[in-house]
Structure formats: structure tokens, C-alpha cells
């Protein structure tokens, strides 16, 4: 295709050959809508490269994908443009919007973590005397990493207690048994979620509190169950309670 006009209201594009296909399209005003108001039909052969699909632009759609598995397969990608978009994509190209999807996920990431302060705070405004607790743990790195002034120097995240105020309150209306599990996160850093669960007087699971630590070891239990033997009352009362 060749853009014979293109701007903010309307584009009118042409075939680059000699056939006379032509597209009008025009955008609804008030509205992030295009309409396509005219097409022809194309006389000539269908190519399968187009110059506009280039990295930059295939990068952020595959933002999903590499989310869910960061090393895909770069001929999981040139077969996955074929069969949806019926272009072709070389390793090539490929790598490198693999590589501008994986900065998208890691920077998203990223400014989650540095947020996270912000919504712990908004988590007590929103449920007034819940319980929210964070550790982390000092920057490791050699003294060469030090010396370099693009090192980011701030403590890194370790582990997140979250523990709400109506989960406790319906608890302690609930059987006197706490459930005890924990999962892997398949996130893009990892890490595993345990959590302490009860059962409502309709057999019904409800949660009680829950953590993110960096892995199901004997510390980071010991560090869960510290806190929350304490928010339910101390050791002598939960010595009431079936684990």
C-alpha cells in the first residue's frame, strides 16, 4: 500500500501496483472510531512483507505473550504473524520485537514495585485498621557496582503481608481450623504465594491473610505465621485453633 493521504480525519491509501485498489477511511467525530468508508478489490497478487510492520510496531503485540512466557520462541512469533496477520516475519525481526516486549513487561514491572509504598498506603485509607506490612531487603552488589553512578542503590522488594480487618472480624465467627497453602507465581519475577484460610459455618473457604514471599522456606513461614499468630490474638488463643 502507498498512503495518498494521511492526517488526523482521514487516509486514503492506494495499491503500490498497478492494479487501481483503493481505501477511504474517515474518523467519527467525538470518537477514537475509524469508519472504512470505501474499498475496491485488488487485481494483483497479495504480498506477504510490509515495510510498516516492522519491530517497534510488533513489539508492544506481543506484550501478552512474552508476559506469560519470557523466553518465546522466536518461531513461535514468525509462525503467530503468519497465521493472524498473513505476513512474514524473519528470525530477525522477531528477536528484536521479542526484545522490546520483554523492556515493556520489565518496565511495567518495575514501576509496579516502585508504586508499591503507594498502595499500601491507599490500602489502609481504603480499610481502615487492616493490617499491611513490607520487607525488604538492602542492595547486593559487588564494590565495582558501587562505583557507578547508574546503580540503582535502593532496597529491593522481599516480602508483603496483607491481613484485612472484615477477614478477621468474620473469623472469629467462623470454625476455630486454619488452612495452610501456598502457590508459585508465574508472574516475571516469581516468587510464591502463601496464605492462611478458615472455614465459614456453610463449609465455605475464607481467606484469612496472605503473603508474597520470595520462596516457601522455612523462614519466610516463620515470618508469616509471626504475624499473623499475632493479629489473631497472641499464642494462648491461637493454641485454640486447629492448623
Request: glycine share 8%; with cysteine.
Amino acid at each position: 500500500m502507498k498512503f495518498i493521504k494521511n492526517d488526523k480525519i482521514r487516509v486514503r491509501v492506494a495499491c503500490k501496483k498497478t492494479c487501481k485498489w483503493m481505501a477511504v477511511l474517515a474518523k467519527i467525530p467525538d470518537e477514537e472510531t475509524w469508519q472504512l468508508r470505501k474499498v475496491g478489490e485488488h487485481n494483483c497478487s497479495r504480498g506477504h512483507k510490509l515495510r510498516i510492520m516492522n519491530a517497534k510496531w510488533l513489539g508492544p503485540q506481543l506484550h501478552n505473550r512474552v508476559k506469560e512466557s519470557l523466553n518465546l520462541k522466536l518461531t513461535t512469533i514468525m509462525d503467530g504473524s503468519q497465521l493472524k496477520w498473513g505476513i512474514q516475519v524473519g528470525p530477525s525481526k522477531a528477536y528484536k520485537a521479542r526484545g522490546i516486549a520483554k523492556d515493556l513487561v520489565d518496565g511495567s514491572f518495575r514501576e509496579q514495585y516502585v508504586k508499591i509504598y503507594d498502595y499500601t498506603h491507599g490500602l489502609m485509607r481504603s480499610n481502615p485498621h487492616s493490617i499491611v506490612k513490607v520487607s525488604t531487603q538492602p542492595f547486593q552488589g559487588s564494590e565495582e557496582q558501587l562505583q557507578v553512578p547508574s546503580v540503582v542503590l535502593c532496597p529491593h522488594f522481599q516480602r508483603m503481608y496483607i491481613y484485612f480487618k472484615a477477614c478477621k472480624e468474620s473469623f472469629f465467627n467462623c470454625r476455630s481450623i486454619i488452612g495452610l497453602d501456598g502457590c508459585f507465581l508465574k508472574g516475571y519475577y516469581g516468587g510464591q504465594l502463601l496464605a492462611a484460610i478458615g472455614r465459614d459455618p456453610n463449609d465455605q473457604i475464607m481467606p484469612i491473610a496472605f503473603v508474597v514471599v520470595e520462596g516457601e522456606t522455612k523462614k519466610s513461614w516463620a515470618w508469616f505465621l509471626e504475624l499473623l499468630v499475632g493479629d489473631l490474638g497472641g499464642v494462648s488463643l491461637c493454641k485454640t485453633y486447629l492448623l
